[in-house]
């Protein structure tokens, strides 16, 4: 049988609990930050002591949304501490969720606000249905766990959402661009097709003779490797200094190899060039960007 934990994550943010709270019951502000959510309204109350209904809606793309309803179960308000829990349900077809429930809680602490949440929900389709949640959790898990750091910025440094979140486009398109001209460089003409073109250039150099095939196929391997770094590791600054570096030291290379190379069509100039750029873009880019590795996606357990 298929089980799977509850989605948990854990941020602190450096602010007071008031603000806080209020940029995470707020639905106009709420569905600003938080990516599992296009719209976020509240339902008006028959009677002042009813609980809080909503409505929520996610645009999964396509002109298609998913539209679903909740209520707020038990509000608990302290000095230093306070709690939401609520559930929730959608009908809509295809939503893998059927119904689930949750809480967001808020601690004080001395370094700040330990906001965390902790849900859960029962999936449709039986048995497929299951099936495909093990994919889905994962990503629910990482989208709430990136909405949480999104929120801390906008408090903290005050970085709007939509900025935070085109910044994460930008990085995402250049991290994998890089990845890409890596992957093809050393997997098409080092490794499936050396006699386009590569195999001659270094024979022409005249080294590793009679190995010149071995000696591209290692090299094919390694830039294939190091692309596939910039899919696990683009955060990591140092990564792109040797991109840049490397690539300005296969570039002179070529240059005192096979010179004439740089005045060929899409020659070694152009793409250095512009993978050193995507570099440059990144290295400016990646301070203060939401990231969901910075939450802490498991509960400390108590004994």
């Keep these: 049988m298929l089980k799977s934990k509850p989605i948990y994550v854990e941020t602190l943010i450096n602010s007071d609990i008031e603000k806080v709270w209020g940029y995470t019951q707020d639905p106009e502000i709420h569905q600003q930050w938080d990516l599992r959510f296009s719209n976020i309204d509240y339902l008006p109350k028959e009677k002042e002591n009813d609980p809080q209904r909503f409505l929520y809606k996610t645009n999964i793309g396509f002109g298609i949304s998913i539209a679903g309803k909740g209520e707020s179960i038990k509000t608990i308000h302290k000095d230093d501490e306070r709690m939401s829990s609520l559930k929730f349900w959608t009908d809509h077809p295809l939503s893998l969720i059927e119904e689930g429930s949750g809480y967001w809680k808020y601690v004080t602490t001395d370094s700040g606000i330990k906001f965390f949440t902790q849900y ?112 696990r590791f683009s955060r990591t600054k140092l990564l792109h200094i040797i991109n840049i570096l490397a690539l300005l030291c296969l570039g002179f290379g070529a240059l005192m190899s096979q010179g004439i190379v740089f005045a060929a069509p899409f020659n070694p100039t152009t793409i250095t060039i512009a993978m050193i750029g995507y570099s440059v873009i990144a290295l400016v880019n990646i301070r203060d960007l939401p990231n969901a590795s910075n939450c802490k996606r498991q509960r400390v357990s108590r004994r």
């Design 120 to 231: 859960d929900y029962k999936t449709r389709f039986g048995y497929v249905g299951r099936i495909i949640d093990q994919l889905f959790k994962p990503l629910m898990g990482w989208a709430t766990a990136w909405s949480f750091d999104c929120l801390r910025l906008w408090l903290e440094k005050e970085i709007p959402p939509r900025i935070s979140f085109i910044r994460s486009i930008i990085h995402f398109i250049s991290s994998f661009v890089l990845a890409f001209i890596w992957i093809y460089q050393g997997l098409v003409p080092k490794v499936l097709y050396q006699e386009a073109g590569e195999l001659a250039l270094l024979e022409g150099t005249g080294w590793f003779q009679g190995q010149e095939g071995l000696f591209l196929y290692a090299l094919g391997t390694i830039q294939i490797i190091f692309g596939l770094l910039f899919l």
